[in-house]
């Protein structure tokens, strides 16, 4: 029996089985498929600052991870050897007419309250501070952070947590939680039942779908289609991300990433004529090369 249980091998659950393994819990974490191999593979690995409108929890929470992840980074460094290409590189919102250029910068008190280093560049500015950017785009808005690789993140603790001693279980699918009393006991899988004294339920998507918990969990899928291209020296120098999306993401080897579109077509992972179209069209738009 394990002092924590984690359902779910994704970035989250990763990251909680680690720091219920750093607090000297004895963890299994059990996994459907292979750690890290759904939403946290095809992730863009963004880290960047938010609008702080309201002060909403998921905000809150956003702009606390981007000033954990150079901590993070260097933690796994250590604990691994591996480089998960954390960079530093910074955000851009772009605007492409003088009305959206407004609209960034009403929202720059907003940041400055919130601790969060803002600023707006126009003209020689905004091609300095990035070349790649396309004619339309006639000003942005500059935030901290950057990006991560996201593949590289979740090898990486993968690893970390192996070597502290964590237990990982693949093709470990839970098919319900064990309930007595109304307390978690542990969780159900066909090869057998898993207890423990906390059970943490980090399965995404497939939250909704596991029996057991009370209320039910009101998470649906959501697919993101996404591509790379090799930008070479013609890629941007940090993120671009539209607030409606899409996004460009520069990769340590040379690639960009680009995602992603939003539909809600259940766990239909296929590729489509239309979202490949709209994101490359976007992307060109934001940078022509």
Sequence with gaps: MADALVIGGGIIGLLCARELRRAGMGVTLLERDQTGRQASWASAGIVTARIPRGWAPSTQLNNLSVSLWPQLSDELAEETGMDVEYRQNGTLIPAFNADEADALRRELPHFHAAGVEAEIVEGAALRDAEPALGPGVVAGQLLPGGNVDNRRAVKA?????????????????????????????????????????VVVLAAGSWSGRIPG????????????????????????????????????????????????????????????????????????????A
């Design 213 to 288: 918990a009370d209320p039910p969990i009101p998470v649906i899928p959501q697919r993101g289609q996404i591509l790379a291209l090799d930008a070479g020296h013609v890629g941007p120098r940090r993120v671009v991300l539209k607030p409606d999306d899409p996004y460009l993401v520069p990769r340590v080897d040379g690639r960009v990433v680009i995602g992603a579109t939003r539909e809600f077509a259940g766990y239909d992972r296929s590729l489509t004529a239309g979202g490949i179209a709209w994101l490359l069209n976007s992307a060109i738009e934001m940078v022509p």
């Design 157 to 197: 603790l993968d690893i970390a947590l192996r070597r502290s001693g964590g237990r990982i279980v693949t093709g470990a699918n839970v098919t319900e939680m064990v309930v007595q009393s109304g307390r978690v006991l542990g969780a159900r899988t066909v090869e057998g039942d898993h207890a423990a004294d």
